[in-house]
């Protein structure tokens, strides 16, 4: 079993920027596919970013030009830099992989992480 250990969630002012970092440190597998969704209270959980070993991503509209996504392979690692904030980023933001080669926001992801909240509020 794959565990995904998130951490960097925390509470920021709009405009501010935040780093989640999402590490699988015992998996057994190489993890092809890394991404973030994330789902706010009474709201459907959506895609944030996605990307594959050979670093092409995928980035849910709203977020694009804000958000960067970046994987470590040799270390099974995804990290999510997130710049100008907005309180509609408010959302608990969950790290997923997968094994195979598709890598889109719509694909299906095996593994799941527990998440990490972040808050953007003035």
């Known amino acids: 079993q794959v565990k995904l250990v998130e951490s960097g969630g925390g509470s920021v002012q709009p405009g501010g920027s935040r780093r989640l970092s999402c590490t699988a440190p015992?998996?057994?597998?190489?993890?092809?596919?890394m991404g973030w969704f994330r789902q706010a209270p009474g709201k459907e959980r959506e895609g944030v970013a996605s990307?594959?070993?050979?670093?092409?991503?995928s980035y849910l509209d709203s977020v694009k030009g804000r958000f960067t996504v970046s994987k470590n392979n040799a270390e099974n690692s995804v990290f999510l830099q997130m710049n100008n904030l907005k309180p509609d980023d408010t959302a608990m933001y969950y790290c997923?992989?997968?094994?195979?080669?598709?890598?889109?926001?719509?694909?299906?992801?095996?593994?799941w992480g527990q998440g990490t909240q972040v808050t953007v509020s003035s």
């Open positions: 015992q998996s057994p597998y190489a993890l092809y596919c």
């Open positions: 997923a992989a997968s094994l195979g080669i598709d890598c889109g926001l719509t694909s299906t992801f095996i593994y």
């Open positions: 990307v594959d070993f050979d670093g092409k991503t």
